[in-house]
């Protein structure tokens, strides 16, 4: 039987000393409760983020969000505004947000081993003004998410110089996804001939839908 779990974690002392004891005193001064001129910059040059939310029960949501860069609007050193785009209308980042306005984002920056996290409050809204202010490719976005921000920071490279992420000559061959070999199994049906359609209702989407 493995032991992975013969030695538990309980408490936050025991955390602060496996990772070697309190942060270095410089750390915390990275800590804004503001977007600061440098993170304004540095979302005006991201084309992806990703959204982080819960509902009241704890039950977690990542979503990823990406446009041209510079796709979430920042209106002022304590607002951020994100477009909801049309999707699979799953919703649960949406849903998770009316039940629990707490967010957590991540900003990358293709090339840029250094990413920006911002947490806050977020909230939605549909006013045809901010839907236009976060339009692409001449489409309003579905829905404008309106964060007030409470916490901002620079995470380090250390994640992505371990990971070799933007390394080119480190890359796998792409991994292909089949939303068709996926979901077909499932429908019960032809499972070939429905595959296909999947894929093709897919592909199709990718080239009109964004």
Not at 65 to 76: L, S, Y
Not at 151 to 170: G, I, N, P, T, Y
């Amino acid at each position: 039987m493995s032991d992975y779990t013969s030695h538990p974690v309980r408490s936050v002392d025991e955390v602060q000393a496996l990772v070697g004891g309190e942060p270095h005193a410089i750390v915390p001064h990275k800590l804004f409760d503001h977007l600061e001129p440098r993170s304004r910059e540095f979302i005006a040059r991201s084309p992806f983020l990703l959204l982080a939310t819960s509902d009241r029960e704890g039950h977690l949501d990542v979503s990823p969000k990406g446009d041209g860069p510079g796709f979430a609007f920042v209106e002022d050193e304590h607002t951020l505004w994100i477009p909801d785009r049309s999707g699979n209308k799953l919703i649960f980042g949406l849903r998770n947000i009316l039940e629990n306005p707490q967010v957590g984002i991540v900003f990358l920056i293709p090339g840029t081993e250094e990413t920006l996290r911002v947490n806050g409050r977020a909230e939605l809204h549909a006013a045809p003004a901010i839907l236009e202010k976060l339009e692409a490719r001449g489409r309003p976005a579905i829905v404008g998410i309106r964060v007030a921000v409470e916490e901002c920071f620079f995470h380090c490279a250390k994640a992505f110089k371990r990971s070799h992420l933007w390394d080119h000559a480190s890359w796998p061959d792409r991994f292909r996804i089949s939303f068709g070999e996926l979901l077909a199994p499932r429908m019960g049906k032809d499972v070939e001939s429905v595959a296909k359609q999947i894929d093709e209702l897919v592909e199709e989407d990718y080239r009109s839908g964004l």
